[in-house]
């Protein structure tokens, strides 16, 4: 009986190790902005990939790219990492307090980043944020970033499908089903926004463990206070569109 047993641990743990094989090696980054009466509030925390591989070394700088496109503000620096993003993002706030000093509303952000899918072939980060700039309300989109592991790339959203049209044609099916926009009538004919009047698929799409999200943040084809509008398509509907194998349960 000990034989059995030490021989099903044995493979147990032959198991487990070659499922961590498979997935990436991450670690929380934290970055916080000065703490001051005239300075706004940044929170970063973003997964960082531990590796020295090329997969690893193109998610960290797709995710630095991100933050910095995310906080830089058009004062005249030149911005190279999440430091420097963070130093023009307080710069943007010092200009605008300067330029309007009855204004006593501070600026706020605040980006989270998870590993939201992961597999032998793909990654996805997802990044939620919140931006607080003035007005009447915040900024508050959430970024997927796929990536290829075993070729250690970013990639296109229209590079994540075999056949993008065939696929947008399924997607607005599922689109219409679930916001219950009449099939025979326009995509709009609800209230919709979509440019032209024609569907369109979001401009974020990640892979996540329920499936296959289309992530259309506010303003994109709705009004701010219909908030995001998501559409998660599982993968066992959608495995013959796709251009990369994920696993699912087929039942």
Same mark, same amino acid.
């Given at each position: 009986?000990?034989?059995?047993f030490?021989?099903?641990?044995v493979? #147990? ?15 929380? !980054?934290?970055?916080?902005?000065? #703490? ?8 970063? $925390?973003i ?17 630095k ?10 004062? =005249?620096?030149?911005v ?21 000093p ?10 989270? =980043? ?6 032998e ?7 939620k944020?919140?931006?607080? $700039?003035?007005?009447?309300?915040? +900024?508050?989109?959430t ?8 070729n =250690?790339?970013?990639l ?12 947008m ?19 709009? !004919? ?6 032209d ?21 506010? +303003?994109?084809?709705? !009004? ?18 796709? $251009? ?8």
């Amino acid at each position: 009986m000990k034989k059995l047993f030490s021989f099903l641990t044995v493979l #147990s743990l032959i198991f487990v190790s070659c499922e961590k094989e498979d997935k990436l090696a991450f670690a929380p !980054s934290k970055y916080l902005s000065d #703490s001051c009466a005239n300075c706004p509030s940044v929170k970063i $925390t973003i997964p960082n990939a531990l590796e020295d591989s090329k997969i690893a070394k193109t998610i960290n700088n797709s995710l630095k790219e991100e933050i910095i496109y995310l906080l830089t503000f058009e004062d =005249g620096m030149d911005v190279s990492s999440i430091e420097e993003a963070i130093a023009s993002f307080k710069n943007g706030y010092t200009i605008q307090k300067n330029k309007f000093p009855d204004e006593s509303i501070g600026w706020e952000a605040k980006i989270e =980043g998870e590993v939201a899918y992961e597999d032998e072939n793909i990654v996805t980060i997802q990044l939620k944020t919140y931006i607080f $700039t003035g007005g009447a309300h915040g +900024y508050a989109p959430t970024r997927f970033l796929n990536f290829d592991k075993k070729n =250690g790339l970013e990639l296109e959203n229209w590079e994540l499908f075999k056949d993008l049209d065939a696929f947008m044609r399924f997607a607005e099916t599922k689109f219409r089903v679930q916001e219950h926009v009449p099939l025979e009538k326009s995509i709009n !004919s609800t209230g919709f926004m979509f440019d032209d009047n024609s569907f369109y698929l979001s401009e974020n799409i990640g892979f996540t463990n329920e499936g296959l999200k289309l992530y259309y943040d506010q +303003y994109e084809v709705a !009004s701010y206070a219909d908030g995001p509008i998501v559409l998660n398509l599982p993968y066992k509907e959608i495995a013959d569109y796709l $251009t990369y194998k994920v696993k699912y349960k087929a039942d």
